[in-house]
């Protein structure tokens, strides 16, 4: 096989004690999957999961105690955190049970899912698709995944986003209005899962924005922290 120009680099995340990388096909995201949150946006009540996606090269991996760095993103000037849990899917299928659904998964992570939120308010308002708002280069910092058997029951993690030190985010994985489980039987029922497919399953309440130098210190117990840095445009 030739192509006319040198194919893209697969994107890949650090696996914690693996020299192996996890390869990334495609970014799922679960949008308001926390009550506090849905409510912060202006919604309420449980309404049936949505899902939005963010390119593979959106990912920022971030190595095990080390700090990323993403830039400034242009066009807009209310760029927002959202810190998430993010499922890594290791065994493909389509129209998996929720009670099925644990066999499927490869391991977790801490994910950040930058937001334009001016732009994606525009969006919504004018009833066009998010990607500006969601989908965009460096959009999704990621750290190292802990294999599922390492990482344990994540369902009752504390989850936790500071900024420059300061407390924005903070909430337990419990709370989330479609468990993981409940997550992968929708998403499944939409799409065949693959190997290498990760889905950020929501954020908790706090979201809020962040400012070039600032420095974001986000963490799911029992997956270790994530450290991003914001640098100028
Ligand atoms: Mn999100």
Redo the contacts with the bound molecule.
């Keep these: 096989m030739s192509y006319v120009f040198p194919p893209p680099p697969v994107v890949s995340v650090p696996v914690l004690g693996s020299a192996a990388q996890f390869p990334v096909r495609r970014i799922y995201?679960?949008?308001r999957n926390y009550e506090e949150h849905a409510k912060e946006m202006g919604f309420t009540g449980r309404e049936p999961p949505f899902f939005f996606m963010k390119p593979a090269d959106a990912v920022v991996p971030v190595n095990a105690g080390q700090t990323g760095a993403i830039a400034y993103p242009s066009l807009t000037s209310n760029l927002h955190h959202?810190i998430?849990l993010v499922v890594a899917i290791g065994t493909g299928g389509r129209n998996i049970r929720a009670a099925d659904a644990a066999q499927h998964i490869f391991g977790y992570a801490v994910g950040l899912?930058m937001?334009r939120r001016d732009l994606q308010n525009e969006m919504k308002k004018q009833g066009r698709p998010w990607c500006i708002g969601k989908a965009f280069d460096q959009s999704a910092p990621i750290g190292p995944i802990t294999p599922a058997a390492q990482a344990g029951d994540v369902s009752q993690a504390e989850i936790h986003l500071n900024v420059n030190g300061a407390q924005r985010q903070r909430s337990t994985v419990s709370k989330l209005i479609w468990n993981i489980g409940e997550t992968i039987e929708h998403l499944s029922a939409a799409w065949e899962l693959q190997p290498g497919d990760l889905i950020?399953t929501?954020?908790p309440e706090g979201v809020a924005a962040v400012v070039a130098g600032d420095l974001l210190e986000g963490g799911v117990s029992g997956l270790g922290s994530l450290c991003v840095r914001i640098a100028a445009a």
Excluded: S
Aim: one cysteine or more; hydrophobic letters at 20%; proline letters at 0%.
């Design positions: 995201c679960v949008g959202e998430e899912d937001t950020f929501g954020t």
